[in-house]
């Protein structure tokens, strides 16, 4: 029959294994186990949810609702979390009998129960850093296909020489960083950083010092290659310098407040003025955020003070953005969600660019701190930002293995 972890796993399909996280937590009487899955292997709908109360399969809206709570800053609205999750409490704290066909129950203590989930589940996923599933790569493997070369009996796309190389930027890596690049996820980034440049260390240092590798290219200035002990990583830099912005920023606000810093020259930004009264009317909540904007006329606002992590963004933008998440937003608190998704705006504007140029010190300051960082395995819509491929899987797309 095997373990019950093992058949849990079994109902959520066979890329469950190396894609899930173990749970057991208990709090009072109540105890949770499972498994859930990681931000990365989400599904478009529920149909990979399994949700048990002593042992009775339920569609609970209570147990739904905190199951997508816990992944509330990790995944994109039209994604749902893999999980089977079993709960345990005394039967005298649990009423099965308030829908017909029992797929609803009523806690005597819901919120014992939400938060034993929702704490959990957080937990869990916060200490497998930056992880993500073996699905991504498996995905790309999957649409690579051999190229044609002159004189080639297989159909594919003819190589191209010297002219696809002309967006790679590539060199040997440093294995320390510069003075720059220490500064690298700081603001102040300098927007017109050379190409990667090489170094006078060997080549093998640092590939076995650090899961994410030592970075050795950039391509199309978006995408880093680094080379791992056993294989080959390739990561988005603005989707995972994002979720590293959004990591600091939500640890900001934990602590108590987000460091901020005054504009040199306040900015003007001309708005609707429903937008600007949508500001205005969250201002004190958004400068707790560290951004202070003041009115400045009917049809626009004035931006004195930035998060100092954002000092050199687009602010005209950022604040465009804002106005357009607050839509909908009653009354002048700003719910715990809603501060995720301005946080998470907030960093995607705040995050290095596609398209910019960076050095290997830089590009290895990002994997450092993606090692670093909570969640860092997706960006902050649940998408990937890195794959993984090992040596075994690229030397079966040459036929070395079979």
């Given at each position: 029959?095997?373990?019950p972890?093992?058949?849990?796993?079994?109902?959520?399909?066979?890329?469950?294994?190396?894609?899930?996280?173990?749970?057991?937590?208990?709090?009072?009487?109540?105890?949770?186990?499972?498994?859930v899955g990681l931000?990365t292997?989400a599904?478009?709908d529920?149909?990979?949810?399994?949700?048990?109360?002593?042992?009775?399969?339920?569609q609970d809206?209570l147990?739904?609702?905190?199951l997508?709570?816990?992944y509330?800053?990790?995944?994109?609205?039209?994604?749902?979390?893999?999980?089977?999750?079993?709960?345990?409490?005394?039967?005298?704290?649990?009423?099965?009998?308030?829908?017909p066909?029992k797929?609803?129950?009523?806690?005597?203590?819901p919120?014992i129960?939400?938060?034993?989930?929702?704490?959990?589940?957080?937990?869990a996923?916060?200490?497998?850093?930056?992880?993500?599933?073996?699905?991504?790569?498996?995905g790309?493997?999957?649409?690579?296909?051999?190229?044609?070369?002159?004189g080639?009996?297989?159909?594919?796309?003819?190589?191209?020489?010297?002219?696809a190389m002309?967006s790679?930027?590539?060199?040997?890596?440093?294995?320390?960083l510069s003075e720059?690049?220490r500064?690298?996820?700081?603001?102040?980034?300098?927007?017109?950083?050379?190409s990667?440049r090489g170094?006078?260390?060997?080549?093998?240092e640092?590939?076995?010092?650090?899961?994410?590798g030592a970075?050795?290219?950039?391509?199309?200035?978006?995408?880093i290659?680094?080379q791992?002990a056993?294989?080959i990583?390739?990561?988005?830099?603005h989707?995972?310098?994002?979720?590293?912005v959004?990591?600091?920023l939500?640890?900001?606000?934990?602590?108590?407040s987000i460091?901020?810093?005054?504009?040199?020259?306040p900015e003007?930004?001309e708005?609707e003025e429903?937008e600007c009264?949508?500001?205005l009317?969250?201002a004190?909540?958004?400068?707790?955020l560290?951004?202070?904007?003041?009115?400045?006329?009917?049809?626009?606002?004035?931006?004195?003070?930035?998060?100092?992590?954002?000092?050199d963004?687009l602010?005209r933008?950022?604040?465009a953005?804002?106005?357009?998440?607050?839509?909908?937003?009653s009354?002048t608190?700003?719910l715990?969600d809603a501060?995720?998704?301005v946080l998470?705006?907030?960093?995607?504007h705040?995050?290095?660019?596609?398209?910019?140029?960076?050095?290997?010190d830089?590009?290895?300051?990002l994997?450092?701190?993606?090692?670093a960082?909570?969640h860092?395995?997706q960006?902050n819509?649940?998408?990937?930002?890195?794959?993984?491929m090992?040596?075994d899987d690229?030397?079966?797309?040459?036929g070395?293995r079979?």
């Amino acid at each position: 029959a095997g373990r019950p972890l093992d058949r849990a796993a079994r109902l959520l399909g066979r890329d469950a294994g190396e894609n899930t996280i173990e749970l057991d937590a208990e709090r009072e009487s109540v105890r949770l186990w499972g498994l859930v899955g990681l931000p990365t292997l989400a599904r478009r709908d529920t149909r990979h949810q399994y949700l048990c109360v002593n042992g009775r399969p339920v569609q609970d809206k209570l147990l739904k609702g905190a199951l997508r709570g816990a992944y509330s800053d990790l995944l994109f609205h039209d994604r749902q979390p893999v999980a089977a999750l079993f709960l345990e409490l005394p039967c005298d704290e649990v009423d099965v009998n308030v829908h017909p066909a029992k797929a609803e129950v009523r806690f005597r203590e819901p919120g014992i129960v939400r938060g034993l989930i929702v704490g959990a589940i957080k937990r869990a996923l916060a200490e497998q850093g930056h992880r993500t599933s073996t699905t991504v790569a498996d995905g790309a493997l999957g649409h690579f296909r051999p190229s044609t070369l002159p004189g080639s009996p297989s159909r594919g796309l003819p190589f191209q020489g010297a002219a696809a190389m002309r967006s790679v930027s590539a060199a040997p890596v440093a294995s320390g960083l510069s003075e720059a690049a220490r500064d690298f996820l700081a603001p102040g980034l300098d927007t017109g950083a050379p190409s990667a440049r090489g170094s006078d260390e060997p080549a093998g240092e640092g590939v076995t010092l650090h899961p994410l590798g030592a970075a050795r290219a950039q391509l199309h200035e978006n995408y880093i290659v680094a080379q791992t002990a056993d294989g080959i990583v390739i990561v988005d830099q603005h989707a995972a310098h994002e979720r590293i912005v959004y990591e600091k920023l939500k640890q900001q606000r934990r602590d108590g407040s987000i460091a901020r810093q005054a504009l040199l020259i306040p900015e003007v930004i001309e708005l609707e003025e429903e937008e600007c009264r949508r500001l205005l009317d969250h201002a004190a909540a958004l400068a707790e955020l560290g951004l202070v904007v003041d009115a400045f006329g009917s049809d626009a606002v004035v931006v004195r003070e930035v998060p100092a992590l954002l000092r050199d963004s687009l602010v005209r933008r950022i604040v465009a953005d804002l106005a357009c998440e607050l839509d909908g937003i009653s009354g002048t608190d700003i719910l715990s969600d809603a501060i995720d998704r301005v946080l998470s705006t907030m960093a995607c504007h705040g995050s290095v660019r596609s398209g910019r140029r960076l050095t290997i010190d830089e590009m290895n300051a990002l994997l450092r701190q993606m090692e670093a960082t909570p969640h860092s395995g997706q960006c902050n819509h649940g998408r990937p930002t890195y794959i993984e491929m090992h040596k075994d899987d690229i030397e079966k797309l040459f036929g070395r293995r079979g």
